[in-house]
């Protein structure tokens, strides 16, 4: 059965660093694109990075390009999204996605309708 479970969340300073893990289950990494979203109250979930199974291909939005990196283990089959220099709008429910494709979809990698499995998320808190 396809799972996908996140780790490593929880409260952190600002200027900080945090290391969030998706471990899969079910299926390889190999042949699927794995993305981080993440949602804050009020706000709509939000489309963070993805790396392409096929090649590690990775893509980031703009809001936390240069700050976060997206990198996978396929001995572990898992996927980490490392924080720096967090701040506190980096606070919300971060939750890794994974979609049954070679790539990052060009068309949209970053929208929630592109994943068909997800994990329950993990709690961000950025805040001194």
């Known amino acids: 059965q396809v799972q996908l479970v996140e780790t490593g969340g929880g409260l952190v300073q600002p200027g900080g660093s945090l290391r969030l893990s998706c471990a899969a289950s079910?299926?390889?990494?190999?042949?699927?694109?794995i993305a981080w979203f993440r949602q804050a109250p009020g706000k709509e979930r939000e489309g963070l990075s993805c790396?392409?199974?096929?090649?590690?291909?990775?893509y980031y939005a703009d809001s936390v390009k240069g700050r976060f990196t997206i990198s996978r283990d396929h001995a572990k089959n898992t996927v980490y999204l490392q924080m720096n220099g967090v701040k506190p709008g980096d606070t919300a429910i971060y939750s890794c996605?994974?979609?049954?494709?070679?790539?990052?979809?060009?068309?949209?990698?970053?929208?929630?309708?592109?994943?068909?499995?997800w994990g329950r998320g993990a709690q961000v808190t950025v805040s001194s």
């Open positions: 079910g299926f390889t990494l190999d042949y699927y694109s």
């Open positions: 996605a994974a979609d049954r494709s070679y790539y990052c979809s060009g068309y949209g990698w970053w929208a929630s309708s592109e994943y068909e499995y």
């Open positions: 790396i392409s199974g096929s090649d590690g291909s990775t």
